[in-house]
């Protein structure tokens, strides 16, 4: 019985210690949904402006669903410049699905894309809005 004991015991500190370890490895790994679906609206948005004199302001008119694929991300677009429009560009911004899997991603809890004046820049901003970039866009 003190062997059994021993044994579980012996599992429950393993399993203290890789837990953590697993899910920050399973939110990371879920940041490629984001990855994606941001890429997906930023060619959708291109192809959009060869066509219009303006980026569009509504993911519907790209054809893609304001939720990613994984449905851990919710998608929206800003647009940029002061005053804000969608003639100087637009940002589109990944945010973790309220009470999801990924809400709990401390490290990258806004993740977008900004496309102002031809320039492309991948962002992030963790709760406390440092700029998390090296993190979240691994390349």
């Not at 003190?2 to 990371?28: C, F, G, R, W």
């Not at 940041?31 to 980026?55: G, H, I, K, M």
């Not at 973790?96 to 809890?109: F, H, K």
């Amino acid at each position: 019985m003190v062997e059994l004991m021993l044994v579980v015991a012996i599992a429950a500190i393993l399993m203290a210690v890789a837990l953590p370890s697993y899910q920050q490895h399973m939110m990371k790994s879920r940041r490629s949904d984001a990855a994606t679906a941001l890429s997906a609206v930023v060619q959708a948005q291109e192809r959009w402006r060869t066509n219009n004199p303006s980026y569009t302001s509504d993911l519907t008119d790209l054809n893609i669903s304001s939720r990613t694929k994984g449905q851990h991300y919710t998608l929206s677009l800003v647009g940029v410049g002061s005053p804000a429009s969608f003639v100087a560009g637009f940002e589109v911004h990944a945010l973790p699905v309220s009470g999801g899997r990924q809400s709990g991603d401390s490290e990258c809890s806004d993740i977008f894309i900004r496309v102002q004046g031809g320039n492309l820049s991948y962002r992030d901003t963790n709760p406390a809005t440092t700029d998390a970039s090296a993190v979240c866009w691994q390349q």
